[in-house]
């Protein structure tokens, strides 16, 4: 099996990183951000280097859900820091490791993120660790054009922590254990405010509801909202023109909650996938793992969690066709909002 190469894009031009790509004979970039777009470097949003490479002939896949360093996973978080060890031992890391090795069989690939140096990054502190625990050999293409073998960086890092490559009581493998685990501490993502909507606090529960119009009586609906104590029901189909449920019709829905529960409604478009990714899913036989990885970036450049008022969320319910949650982008708005505010109570009526 060939080597695995890894680059930091950095503030480099997109043409520069694909010439860098280039000079070392890559054929597909896995990119292992979590959020694959860049507010100071644009040229590297998810789209546009997606294009850009293909120009060159190197395929591109988004691997940030299964290898981001930013894990949406709660049982990844000690104090609000991820631990790069929890992280690890996750099937969804480990389904993404496997994907990696897969791709190799047909591709000389690249694990790409944004740091320059490997060492200041999780590609090389997390991900290839554990790449190399399963005998892959692996290259770090740094700023330069130069390749450094990842022993060599190891050997770095451990300079860098002061430690030595052997002592009287401790191997190389237990001194580089050892400055993983402390580099490991330093850059892991850590949740600050900042991450929170500034309106309000973690410790501030809210409730939100969720429900499908498909499959059920007019009676059984309504009654279901009311029993829930439902406020208002922010309707996030794309389009809330219906013809599976005459109750659910725009012209009449808003009219049918408030007359016979005096609950209110709004429809929010932006809470709903495009066009473009519903027609993958529906349309051309897509798979559900794929759907909610677009829709959940989809959500993240949307900055859903800052853009809508937490506030005004609560006792709010979600309403889409689906008669079930389960496969229903209402359920992942839900788990989404409960993930970025923290605290929201989730009932699927």
């Known amino acids: ?11 480099h031009a997109a043409e520069r ?43 591109y896949v988004f691997l940030g859900r299964e290898l981001g360093a930013r894990s949406e996973d709660p049982s990844c978080y000690g104090q609000g820091k991820v631990q790069y060890d929890l992280l690890a031992r996750t099937h969804l890391f480990q389904s993404g490791l496997e994907r990696v090795i897969q791709g190799m069989a047909a591709h000389r690939v690249a694990l790409m993120c944004a740091e320059k140096d490997p060492l200041t990054c999780h590609r090389a502190i997390l991900i290839c660790r554990h790449l190399v625990t399963r005998g892959l050999d692996i290259e770090h293409i740094l700023e330069d054009g130069a390749l450094e073998h990842h022993d060599e960086a190891l050997s770095r890092l451990l300079k860098e922590h002061g430690l030595s490559e052997t002592d009287l009581f401790s191997s190389r493998a237990e001194m580089i254990e050892r400055a993983y685990a402390e ?7 850590s949740k600050s405010n900042t991450d929170e909507h500034p309106a309000t606090s973690r410790s501030v529960a809210a409730k939100i509801c969720t429900i499908g119009f498909t499959k059920t009586t007019a009676d059984s609906f309504f009654s279901r909202l009311s029993k829930a104590g439902v ?73 859903i969690a800052e853009t809508v008022d937490r506030s005004a969320m609560e006792g709010v319910c979600l309403l889409c066709s689906e008669h079930e949650p389960d496969h229903c982008h209402r359920r992942l708005v839900a788990e989404y909002l409960d993930r970025r505010w923290g605290a929201v109570n989730i009932a699927h009526l």
């Open 1 to 11: 099996m060939d080597s695995l190469y890894t680059i930091g894009h950095s503030t």
């Open 231 to 303: 406020s208002k029901v922010v309707d996030v189909r794309l389009n809330n023109v219906s013809q599976l449920a005459g109750f659910a019709k725009k012209q009449d829905l808003p009219y049918f909650l408030r007359e016979i529960c005096g609950i209110g409604y709004e429809h929010r478009p932006e809470l709903a996938p495009t066009r473009e990714i519903l027609d993958g899913y529906k349309k051309r036989g897509g798979d559900w793992a794929t759907f909610e990885e677009r829709f959940l970036e989809l959500m993240e450049q949307r900055a």
């Open 183 to 189: 580099r490991g501490r330093q850059i892991a993502y």
């Open 17 to 59: 990183a694909s010439e860098l790509l280039r000079l070392h004979g890559v054929t597909a970039v896995a990119d292992v951000r979590s959020r694959p777009y860049s507010r100071m470097n644009p040229q590297f949003n998810r789209e546009s280097i997606c294009d850009r490479l293909k120009s060159h002939g190197i395929a």
